[in-house]
C-alpha cells in the first residue's frame, strides 16, 4: 500500500513508525509531506521514508492519505489536495474538525476521522474513529488495519463520541502523567530517591491497568482488596476523597470535552 502522511510530527511519526512495524507499507512506498525542513529531515533519518513539502504532489497515486496537521492547518491543506483526491482513503486526525466539514472541503466522500493518543508512538494507542456513509467495505478495512497498527482501535458509528474520546482517551495521557509525577513527587517528600520513587509508580501503575484488563473486575472491588480496616491505603484515600478528586477528574474532562466541540464549531462554516 502507498501511504501519504502529511504532517510529520508527534501522531505523524507515531504513524509511520507504526505502519512500517505492522508492515502494511514498505519504506520506498512512504511519503511524509511537512512544511518544516527539521521534520523532513528526521522523517528521513529515523524511518528511511520518503520525504516532500507538496501536499498535492504526495498525495497523487496513493492509497491513503493521512492528515496529521494541527486543526487550524486543515483549511489550506484540504484546498491543495482536494483537486487530487481520486480514489485515495483519507484519515484525518486533525482534533475537532467534523467528518461534514472535511468531506465538504475536501469535496470527496472517502474520509475517516480518527482520534489516536500519544501511546501509539509505542504501539499503545487508544484510537477511536468514525467514517462517511460514502466509505467502501474495502476502504474500511484499510482504514481499520492502519489505526490498528498503533494500538486498540474503536470505531463510532455516531461521530458526537469522537469529542468524548477526546476528552478521556485523546487528552487521556496527559492526566495521567500528571498522576504518576505527583505520585513520584510524594514519594521523594517522604524520603524514597527519586529513581526508586519513579519505578514504582511505573509499575503501580501499568500492573493496575493490567490487572484490571485481565481479572474483569469494577475499579472499586480492586481498590478494596487493597484497602485493609482502619489500614494506611484507607488513609490515603480518605485525603484523596475529601480533596474532591472525583469531581475533580469530571470537572475536568467536562472541560476538555467542552473545548473539543469549541474547537469543532470554530472549524465549521
Ligand atoms: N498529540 C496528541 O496527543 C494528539 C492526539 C490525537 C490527535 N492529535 C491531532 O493530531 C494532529 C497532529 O498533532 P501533532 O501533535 O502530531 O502536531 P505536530 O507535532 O505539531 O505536527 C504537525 C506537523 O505538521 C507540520 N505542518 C504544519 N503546517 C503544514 C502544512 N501546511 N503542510 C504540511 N505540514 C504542515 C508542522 O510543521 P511546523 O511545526 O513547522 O508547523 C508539524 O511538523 C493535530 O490535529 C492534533 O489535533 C494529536
Not at 488513609?235 to 484523596?240: F, G, P, S, V
Request: with cysteine.
Amino acid at each position: 500500500m502507498k501511504v501519504a502522511v502529511i504532517g510529520g510530527g508527534t501522531m505523524g511519526g507515531a504513524l509511520v513508525k507504526s505502519i512500517l512495524r505492522a508492515r502494511l507499507a514498505a519504506k520506498g512506498d512512504i511519503i511524509v509531506s511537512d512544511v518544516s525542513r527539521e521534520r523532513r529531515e528526521l522523517a528521513r533519518k529515523k524511518y528511511g521514508v520518503a520525504v516532500g513539502d507538496d501536499n498535492a504532489a504526495a498525495v497523487k497515486g496513493v492509497d491513503a492519505v493521512i492528515l496529521a496537521i494541527k486543526p487550524q492547518e486543515m483549511d489550506g491543506v484540504m484546498e491543495q489536495i482536494s483537486a487530487h483526491l481520486k480514489s485515495q482513503l483519507v484519515i484525518s486526525i486533525a482534533a475537532g474538525v467534523s467528518l461534514e466539514t472535511i468531506c465538504r472541503r475536501l469535496k470527496y466522500g472517502a474520509v475517516v476521522r480518527a482520534m489516536p493518543n500519544t501511546p501509539a508512538q509505542v504501539g499503545r494507542g487508544m484510537t477511536v474513529w468514525t467514517s462517511s456513509k460514502e466509505l467502501s467495505a474495502e476502504k474500511y478495512d484499510t482504514a481499520r488495519l492502519i489505526l490498528s497498527s498503533m494500538g486498540e482501535e474503536l470505531h463510532f458509528a455516531d461521530e458526537r463520541y469522537l469529542d468524548m474520546a477526546t476528552a478521556i482517551s485523546g487528552s487521556g495521557p496527559a492526566y495521567v502523567f500528571l498522576f504518576i509525577e505527583a505520585l513520584i513527587d510524594a514519594g521523594v517528600h517522604i524520603g524514597l530517591p527519586r529513581d526508586t520513587a519513579q519505578k514504582l509508580v511505573i509499575e503501580t501503575v501499568a500492573g493496575s491497568a493490567e490487572a484490571m484488563k485481565k481479572m474483569s473486575k469494577h475499579p472499586a472491588e480492586l481498590r478494596n482488596m487493597v484497602t485493609s480496616p482502619g489500614g494506611t491505603t484507607s488513609e490515603a484515600l480518605l485525603r484523596l476523597e475529601s480533596g474532591g478528586l472525583r469531581s475533580l477528574v469530571v470537572n475536568a474532562v467536562t472541560a476538555a470535552y467542552e473545548k473539543a466541540k469549541s474547537i469543532g464549531a470554530k472549524q465549521q462554516g
